[in-house]
């Protein structure tokens, strides 16, 4: 075990509270590939960015029908959570994991069996719809059935709005409760473990920095150079489907904390 690993497996042994930051670099390993990367999809196709933009997507009946064959046809809709997303549900079980701010709106933290509560998809979910006119929503399956059924642009079967994914699109704000949920544990949080996210989108990468400068350690798990890779303790270059298994593995439980006596009692 290399000097970076067994650094980081102390880091979340004596930690209590364990932010985790993840982004498109656990996903790749079930399968998804991302956005950005030499073999992205907007990389590969800079004309797919179009079905990820609130106006286009709204404007557009063609942008959607892409935008549905795109989610028919999707890697993640068959992906299924790996070993990365498996350690940190044993973080959680240990008691350390504080909080999973994720980037990625593939649902697998969720899938993989981390706490809803403690989970904080703030670029949304994928695995289900929304109408835009009425706030409906559903599984998104049910979607994706009348899809393939031969509706390309299937509405809503309440109001027969517009439906979408529940995902955050350009020219949308991120929700504002998420963001104050993950500032708070950003302020809280010992340990900080940025995984698979190259810490460029903002404004989540800002908690990285902010964590730290409230006192927070940070281990970062990601293939490429990062702008926070300064501030880190450790840093691991390895496949993250089997880096963070062996640093977060054989975690014993923690005690709970005891109240402080009273003094009066003595």
Partial sequence: MSDAMKTARNLVADSRRV??????????????????????RWTQDPEAEKISTLSYYLHDEGVRRKAWQARLTSPARTAHPNPGHRALVDVERSGRLAGIVTQ???????????????????????????????GAEGPMDEMLARVEAGDPDPRCPVCGGITRATVILFEEQLPADLLDAAITLAEHADLVLAIGTSLTVHPVAGLVPYAVGHGARLVILNAEETPYDHLATAIIRGPIAETLPEITSGLTPLEPDLPHPDPAED
């Fill in 19 to 40: 932010l985790a930051v993840t982004g498109a670099g656990l996903s790749t390993a079930s399968g998804i590939p991302d956005f950005r990367g030499p073999q992205g």
């Fill in 104 to 134: 990625n709106t593939d649902g697998l933290h969720l899938a993989a069996g981390s706490d809803p509560a403690i989970v904080f998809e703030v670029h949304g979910n994928a695995r289900r719809w929304r109408c835009e006119d009425c």
